[in-house]
């Protein structure tokens, strides 16, 4: 995992669970193409590019994973079945069918666990000085999900908490430029997601996991737009939010 701002000013909290392709060399290439590795099955392309720039942007402390989701995602729970895909979207994962005994622990030990102590670790220092945190899942969709089209530039995700996701659902609207999905292209709940659950609802920490099309933020043009408008939109969504609280 890579940190960075760990002592940043801001409310704000950056993670982005998907952001990286590596491969930890024990485990080869999962029997996958390096064509493959670098697909959207790896990763949240641009997802990075675009955390890096927002995090200093907004002077947040911004943490992501550079370990692939295909090795273990960190954005799912350990007991969901796709915690390790065997197969994303009909490609054949071979290095993970027929995990040995123990492969699936020792993933979540070295890579799983340490990511999410590390991002704990430092929410609960920050709780410890009483400073308030505002918690962003940054992720990126692919335009085509099994061949059919994705019409959003951009999704919010919330789950049982849209104090964040609600003005920022009207900021985005109000941008006049955008097709803007409500809990699409995913709706987020505790079986599918796992930051903004564990690190946001359960420690009551205003929070939204963001979803940005992938073609939109492919080059580093792309990435610092998005980061542009999301460093413009997320203070202005906290504000509203400040004077309308409610979690419904
Ligand atoms: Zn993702």
Redesign the pocket.
């Known amino acids: 995992m890579e940190v960075q701002g760990p002592d940043g000013l801001a409310a704000f909290f950056i993670v982005c ?2 952001a990286g392709n590596l491969i930890p060399r024990a485990l080869g290439s999962l029997g996958l193409s390096p064509e493959q590795l670098t697909r959207h099955i790896a990763w ?1 392309i641009g ?1 990075a590019g675009v955390a890096r720039r927002l995090g200093a942007a907004l002077g947040a402390t911004t943490v992501w994973q550079r370990y692939s ?1 295909l090795v273990i995602d960190c ?1 799912r729970p350990l007991d969901a079945g796709d915690s390790i895909v065997r197969e994303s979207e009909r490609v054949r994962i071979p290095g993970n069918e027929e995990l040995p005994a123990g492969a699936a622990e020792s993933r979540a030990r070295e890579i799983f666990h340490p990511y999410h102590d590390e991002i704990r670790r430092l929410l609960d220092r920050r709780q410890a000085a009483g400073r308030p945190t505002v918690l962003v899942a940054l ?3 692919t335009p085509l999900f099994l061949d059919v089209a994705r019409p959003w530039h951009v999704g919010v995700l919330h789950n049982r908490d849209a104090r964040l996701a609600r003005p920022l659902l009207r900021a985005l609207r109000d941008e006049g430029d955008l097709v803007v999905g409500d809990n699409e292209p995913y709706a987020a709940s505790e079986l599918t997601d796992y930051s903004i659950v564990h690190h946001g609802e359960r420690r009551g920490l205003p929070h939204v996991e963001l ?1 940005i099309r992938q073609d939109l933020i492919a080059d580093e043009g792309g990435q610092e737009a998005w980061a542009d408008r999301f460093a413009r939109l997320l203070p202005l969504a906290v504000q509203a939010m400040t004077q309308d609280p409610s979690p419904e």
């Open positions: 669970d998907h949240d997802a989701r954005n992720h990126s969709f979803e």
